[in-house]
């Protein structure tokens, strides 16, 4: 367990995310008060990352629920496993066992725990694990209202009731991590419960370390180039400003071409890995990407 | 002093509640109080749930923590400016026609037929009791639109996936030989309704026509999303879920500072686009635009977002209450270059016209888009 934010800071990077001092405190804060932790934030700036490298840090099991609309309670938490438990009463009435038994005998041999299938949130709260794993519940604000008043019902108390079985709570609570992207807004209860992070697009120093960290094959000065880049082409008004995912994707579309610095040409073809909409590739083209790549080796190179 | 400066919260406009100042409290109780940084990230991530709300947060931080250095603080620039009070003005003094309504059978005969009367007259030229009782007979009408496949499966006499559940609850009442079988079938939700409603100059009074039908005719019912669009744009869902729809107005007035100021709607439709509809609200939703298409803005800008928010959603409306004006043709510029991405253009002058919108609403299939269907799940 950490004992400073500063910590945290350490660790993950150690374990390939570099946080900002926002980032560290609320996961710090989230580990000592147990207490879930939701981010929001543009697509691609790394929301979904932190729970893969807290898991990769912890050692705890990355439980994974990706959210969607009309997910419900046997896709996320239980279902029973009805095409056993069918094959199961067969079974019995064939060898005969059923003759000597009431219904409610029989209910209570179908609804055993071996029927059940634990899905994601069941799951995190009932392992039978030393470390508390890392559940990460992907894209909350896809999931409609009913499913949310529920989410906030099992992370509140960190326990699932199941009827025929009775509760499972958990020992140690598992490290919750929400993301979403604010394509509505998650209800004000289920906010009040996590702690909030607004994930923003790292800085120039912090992207650089991060392409480094991530792509080592690119070296110091790619790196600054494409960073800097990045950072010109998210002040250009796009559809989609790319988050720092494209930038990594874009590094190591450079680094397998064998690319040591920026140029037109190379620009002009690996531009897909990084604006995902013709018309943002377009007004790109419009800015010039003569252009682009003097300001991003400017950028790059500029005391500081 | 957390408790204190919480109340300092409150009173620049943060909802703050209790149980949020207390995690603020544990929270700094983990952390080292002399250090700034960690405090203001551990009130961030206490204190704040809306990326909106950042910077007041970051000013009230400013004054409470550091009132000391207070000199640098960033200029507030005052966005306040309320330059119209909806109907505020009519609606308090009207307690007399109200009355009338607590009357008995013959008299709403009467009242029935003055609103026959009331349909066909354009929003413009109603008084605020007009407009109250015209939204009484909005009531009636449904703005449903068609529902679309769900993920979620409910429970049928027939269908083609085996319900395994119901069909082993009832083999345990025949011995464990599942004679009755049961199926599922895919469920129906609502799409969500999107509006964005222009409330510059001459649109404002068919902007309150349309935002009061609206909360009348759905509130409830259906997931609605409202924005105004004029010179910014503006969010008005929360006002609008409030179940009294005046209290809903002049709260959503309040938020809304350019009520007849001029209008770009190029740019907020990429404000939209950018932070709301593309991302996902309206994928798949029926988005309904008021607005004459007067631009102060370039066209173009107006043109490509339009087909942009057009490729996601379901049905694309236009209603533009200044269409039925004899002679009118989509002269204005924006209104030009938006025709092409819209599915229908239907009028919003009158009851008659809400009518019809309605029914656009609800139709089933929209007109077939040349190049295929995007967005629409």
């Known amino acids: 367990m950490p004992t400073t934010p500063a910590d945290v800071s350490e660790a993950l990077a150690a374990y390939g995310y570099i946080p900002d001092d926002g980032l560290s405190t609320s996961v710090f804060l989230s580990m000592v008060l147990q207490r879930p932790l939701l981010l929001e934030g543009e697509a691609g700036v790394g929301k979904t990352e932190v729970a893969k490298v807290l898991s990769r840090w912890t050692g705890g099991e990355l439980i994974r629920l990706q959210c969607y609309e009309g997910i419900d309670v046997s896709q996320a938490v239980y279902d029973w496993d009805y095409s056993r438990q069918l094959l199961h009463l067969r079974a019995a009435e064939a060898t005969g066992e059923s003759l000597g038994l009431t219904t409610s005998a029989l209910e209570q041999q179908l609804y055993h725990e071996r029927f059940l299938l634990k899905r994601a949130l069941l799951k995190a709260i009932d392992h039978r694990n030393e470390l508390p794993p890392v559940l990460l519940i992907d ?41 979403s992207n604010r394509t509505r807004d998650v209800h004000d209860a289920l906010k ?26 690119v070296l110091e000065r790619l790196a600054r180039q494409v960073a800097g880049a990045v950072e010109t082409l998210r002040s250009l008004n796009l559809y989609k400003p790319p988050g720092v995912a494209e930038t990594i994707d874009w590094a190591q579309a450079l680094a397998a071409m064998g690319v040591t610095e920026l140029d037109e040409k190379t620009v002009a073809s690996t531009l897909g890995t990084v604006l995902k909409y013709r018309e943002d590739q377009e007004r790109t083209r419009q800015h010039g990407l003569a252009d682009l790549i003097k300001q991003a080796t400017e950028r790059g190179f500029q005391p500081h | 002093m957390a408790v204190a400066f919480a109340r300092v919260l409150r009173g620049a406009g943060l909802r703050v509640p209790l149980g949020s100042v207390l995690t603020f409290v544990s929270a700094l109780g983990r952390l080292q109080l002399g250090d700034r940084d960690q405090v203001y990230w551990a009130g961030r991530a206490t204190l704040v749930r809306n990326p909106e709300d950042i910077p007041l947060y970051d000013r009230s931080f400013h004054v409470f923590w550091m009132a000391a250095g207070a000199g640098d603080l960033p200029e507030e620039e005052e966005p306040l400016h309320i330059t119209l009070a909806v109907d505020d003005d009519g609606e308090e003094g009207d307690d007399s026609p109200g009355s009338s309504e607590a009357s008995d059978d013959p008299q709403i005969t009467l009242r029935f037929s003055a609103m026959e009367v009331l349909r066909n007259k354009d929003f413009a030229n109603y008084t605020d009791a007009e407009l109250r009782d015209a939204q009484e007979l909005m009531t009636k009408l449904r703005f449903i639109g068609p529902p679309r496949r769900s993920f979620r499966q409910r429970r049928s006499k027939r269908g083609r996936r085996p319900d395994l559940q119901a069909t082993l609850r009832s083999a345990l009442r025949t011995g464990g030989e599942p004679i009755t079988r049961h199926w599922r079938v895919s469920g129906e939700r609502l799409r969500r309704l999107v509006l964005l409603v222009d409330v510059s100059g001459s649109m404002e009074p068919y902007a309150r026509a349309l935002l009061r039908f609206v909360h009348a005719a759905v509130s409830g019912r259906q997931k609605v999303e409202a924005f105004a669009i004029g010179t910014r744009l503006t969010r008005v869902t929360r006002e609008l879920n409030s179940r009294d729809p005046d209290k809903a107005l002049s709260q959503a007035s309040t938020r809304v500072t350019d009520w007849s100021g001029g209008t770009r709607l190029g740019e907020c439709l990429r404000l939209f686009n950018d932070q709301w509809g593309v991302r996902g609200m309206a994928r798949g939703a029926i988005v309904v635009v008021l607005s004459d298409g007067w631009d102060r803005g370039d066209p173009a800008v107006l043109g490509a977002e339009m087909q942009r928010l057009q490729r996601v959603s379901y049905h694309m409306i236009w209603v533009n209450p200044l269409k039925v004006s004899p002679g009118y043709a989509p002269l204005a510029r924006g209104m030009a270059a938006a025709l092409p991405y819209v599915d229908h253009f239907v009028e919003g002058h009158s009851m008659a016209a809400m009518e019809e919108l309605a ?9 077939a888009r040349a190049n295929g269907r995007g967005g629409s799940r």
């Open chain 1, 139 to 179: 894209e909350v604000d896809r999931a409609d209202d009913e499913f949310e008043a529920y989410l906030l019902e099992v992370l509140s108390e960190y326990q699932v009731t199941v009827p025929e079985l009775g509760r499972f709570a958990a020992l140690k609570p598992p490290i919750v991590v929400l993301t």
């Open chain 2, 359 to 367: 029914q656009v609403i609800a139709m089933d299939a929209p007109r």
């Open chain 1, 192 to 217: 009040r419960r996590c702690l909030y992070h607004w994930v923003e697009h790292p800085d120039f120093e912090r992207e650089v370390r991060i392409v480094r960290m991530r792509v080592p094959q």
